[in-house]
């Protein structure tokens, strides 16, 4: 079995594949003090609970975009899986050829779910993964991975606003029934929610228009199922996108 780990700044997400077939995922919160035997602990629990053993576990394979947490994450799959962790990075073989100023400034969370979109879904492709940021990523007809934009997340962009405002408190981000607000929360919630909606399609619409207007979008993250039925250019929702690119790109590096 494959050990994929994706860290990001909000969640760790984790999957256990047998071949093909993800067997078992989970979204852990991202803390960047976690030592490396917290999150052993933590993880072969979550695996035992699917009688899943460390044994079970052939190789680990890792997309880091939390530099404090290398440490821990190496700790995790040499202390209890007995594994060196395949670290997504420069070196490493994906299949795809990266056209920007310098690849090393690309998240290795951005290649991992390119390497994914372009095996499941085709090319020319639109990426939006709904993180802490939100990011946006073009891939060509050719399959080249070509840039992309980087916003601010819904839940940074409600947080700051809330921060910088005394008389406005905290909101669910969930869409209001209309967007006239008729109240301090449901005018927040339109103009967070839809506000948001707005940016997503207007950088969806200009990245469509640069790859010929026939692009798949595609979306995911931690709140991509959330957000996607307001956003119409959105066509797939694929929350486990990142771990099925890890995969892929594991098994070319094998």
Partial sequence: MLLAVDVGNTNIVMGVFDGERLV?????HTDDRSTGDELGVMVTDLLARRDITPGDVHAVMVSNVV????????RLSRGYFEREPLMLGPGLRTGIRIRVDDPREVGADRIANAVAARHLYGVPAILVDFGTATTFDAIGHDGDYLGG???PGIQISH???VSHAALLSRVELVAPPSPIGRNTTTSMQAGIVFGYVG???GLVARLQAELGGRANVIATGGIAAQLAPLIHSIAVVDERLTLT???LIYEQNA
Avoid at 24 to 28: H, K, N, S, V
Avoid at 67 to 74: E, I, W
């Fill in 67 to 74: 530099p404090t947490l290398q440490r821990a994450v190496d």
């Fill in 245 to 247: 690119g890890l995969r």
């Fill in 159 to 161: 947080d700051a606003l």
């Fill in 199 to 201: 940016l997503v399609e």
């Fill in 149 to 151: 934009a980087i916003a």
């Fill in 24 to 28: 078992a995922d989970y979204r852990l």
